[in-house]
């Protein structure tokens, strides 16, 4: 799924009026069927219906949906905001048709607004502010929103949250957002919805398809995408028949200090559960037993240190390498780990301490490979940046930047995992549940995207086909166990029927 900008929505809107071609009213009339369709499959005509609609095309679709809704006898009050004397042509055009119907409790506001009770059996349509919104809400609308918030009565909003912008909310002022318990979103969602920070003010989203032009969605290269299963189904190969262990790739995991060998476990099981041929352990001698007696499937490399990563080791046989699970972050180890990472001829993804390392001697990621993995979470992207983030669009941006910065890739994790590539664009991921906020997910995903780098994926694709399997093997771990019990151990057992489901095998 595209996700588009303000300003290329707008281009859709207008390419769709022009090539369909539709008039832009009757393109609000099929929005607007659209919403009204969704709210009365939800509420039936006990429910009494209270309509904030602003002066711009957005109030236009609040009082279209109000009209329907009359007409199919729901009982309707309406309330147009028209301080200025400004309303857009359509949205004037809507206001005439409502108030033609005779049948709607309406109020128009030019100057005062004594606002109306509002309670628990009410559902409130905000139809105030849609995607167009550029700055922060203030003055009437802002206090509008705080009474609206303040209510018991449900909020469905059209679009978007009035007061909340499509992209960047960083300087917004949250008490002057409406916080929706639903918001029935127009062809797709937009960027902020997709934010950690934004979620409290969208409540449920539904995504409205009203048919805007499939020509210009399918030629439009936005920065952002939604990856889904389809797209991940078409970056799989299928393996030969005459596949050997030789012809599978081999992949090196580094990881595990001592007291922290499950890492290197999780890490390496998930390795193996993805494909690879072969996996080979890097671990301190003291993880010998563990790492033998729980993976006997992986090659043991002992390290000369008992406890800790302390010297780079060959990787001219691998395939790939995954750094970092439970590595530590002592001086020697930080050494061992940039040495290795400047040596690597393979793809390289780095971790957890790795992360830290690099976090802490910032000065080194110059000296990263080109089209090296990084995959922090957000307070390991705060470390590497050197600054704190007070939104997810700023945590966004400069995990952007890093990966332009250091010419590769940067898979920030969160519920929807962001893969930053080197040219600037960004794939979103879908799956994956909060019950995977446990120890060990994040080493788990690392040891996936070795194996498929091993298996001679590119790194985009693995990084994409590993971020939707992690996240499906644990949507599937989660039904099994639910959210509350899942640990990092369940989703390795569900990576086979997550790789089964997508191979259509």
Known sequence: MKIFTNAQLHELDQYTIEHEPISSLNLMERAAKALT??????????????????????????????????EMNYRVSVYLFNIRGALSEDCATNRQRLVDTGSVNFTEITLNFDPPKLDSDMVVIDGLFGSGLNKPL???????????????????????????????????????????????????????????????????????????????????????????????????????????????????IIAGSYGMAG??????????????????????RNNVQIMQSTVPEAVVSI?????????????????????????????????????????????????????????????????LPKGVILTPHCKEMDRLSGTTSSSS???????????TYIEGYVLLKGHYSALCMPNGN???????????????????????????????YNQQD????????????????????GKESLMASDIIKFLPKAFKLLMGE
């Open 138 to 252: 203030s003055g009437g609308f802002a206090s509008l929103v705080r009474y609206i918030n303040r209510s018991s009565a449900k909020v469905v909003s059209i679009d978007m949250p009035s007061g909340l912008m499509t992209e960047d909310n960083t300087l917004n002022v949250t008490q002057n957002i409406i916080r929706a318990d639903l918001t029935l979103t127009i062809q797709s969602k937009k960027l902020s919805m997709l934010f950690a920070d934004c979620s409290q003010f969208t409540g449920k989203i539904e995504i409205l398809d009203i048919n805007l032009s499939q020509e210009y969605i399918n030629k439009t290269i936005p920065q952002y995408y939604i990856q889904e299963e389809n797209d991940v189904r078409s970056r799989l190969v299928k393996r030969s028949d005459f596949a050997h262990k030789g012809t599978m790739g081999t992949a090196l």
């Open 393 to 403: 669009y700023e945590l966004l941006s400069k995990a952007c930047d890093l990966a």
């Open 303 to 367: 390290d000369r240190d008992e406890e800790v990563f302390s010297e780079a080791v060959d990787s001219y046989h691998c395939d790939a390498i995954g750094i970092g699970p439970g590595l530590g972050k002592g001086d020697d180890t930080a050494i061992a780990l940039i040495a290795q990472m400047k040596s690597a001829k393979c793809p390289i993804i780095a971790d957890a301490d790795a992360l830290n390392i690099l976090a802490s001697r910032r000065a080194w990621l110059e000296q």
């Open 263 to 284: 890492a290197a476990i999780m890490a390496t099981q998930a390795c193996l559960r993805s494909g690879v041929g072969k996996v080979i352990v890097r671990t301190p």
């Open 426 to 456: 960004v794939i979103f991921n879908a799956t994956g549940n909060s019950g995977m906020a446990t120890a060990g997910a994040g080493d788990v995903l690392t040891g996936i995207i070795t194996g498929l780098l091993a298996r001679g």
């Open 462 to 481: 693995a990084c994409a086909i590993g971020m939707y399997v992690h996240g499906l093997a644990g949507d599937m771990a989660a039904e099994r166990v």
């Open 37 to 70: 369709n969704s709210i009365t499959a939800k509420w039936d005509k006990t429910t009494p219906f209270v309509v904030f609609a602003g002066p711009g095309n957005n109030g236009g679709d609040a009082l279209a949906v109000a009209r329907m809704l009359a």
